[in-house]
Every structure is written in C-alpha cells, then in structure tokens.
C-alpha cells in the first residue's frame, strides 16, 4: 500500500487559519478524512512558565487530539490523533 503524500503533510507545523491536509481514507481508499478542530491542553510546566518575568510565547506547550472521519458516506471511518505541539502567539488570543 502506497503512502498518501498527504499524510507528511501532517507531520508539517499547520498555522492558524490554515485548512488540515485530507489524507486518503485508509479504510475506503475513495474517501477523505476531514478533520474536526483540535482539542487542545497546554502541559503543566508550560502553564507554570506563564508566571516567569521573562515569560515569551514560543514557551508554550501541550498536546491536542483531533478527530477525523472519511467524508465518503459509505465509509464514515473514524480516525483520532493525538501530538505534543507548541503553539504561537496567536494561541494566545483565543
């Protein structure tokens, strides 16, 4: 089975603002994944880093889990990912 170039595209940083990649369902092959947005929980000693008098944004850190699914209606097969990321000053804003 080929590897749907796709797919390093997730392994890519995603700026904000910018759509996910849609790799090939790996179930239907004739499908999509779409993904849902992430879920996203900034690590204690991240957190923890906010109350430092040189705090910068680049320190903050966390993981997210995101959820996919094939868009092929025939299909529906969910897909779930999790990754450790760090996020920039526009997480900041939200």
């Known amino acids: 089975m080929a590897v749907d170039p ?6 890519r940083p995603i700026e904000d603002g910018q759509p996910w990649p849609r790799p090939a369902c790996p179930k239907c092959q004739t ?4 993904f849902s947005a992430p879920t996203e929980d900034e690590g204690h000693d991240s957190a923890s880093a906010r109350n430092h008098p040189a705090f910068e944004p680049e320190w903050i850190s966390g993981t997210f889990v995101v959820r996919g699914q094939c868009e092929n209606p025939e299909c529906r097969q969910a897909v779930l990912s999790t ?12």
């Open 6 to 11: 796709a797919l390093s595209e997730l392994a």
């Open 31 to 34: 499908g999509y994944i779409g």
């Open 83 to 94: 990754a450790l990321e760090n996020w920039t000053v526009a997480a900041l804003e939200k």
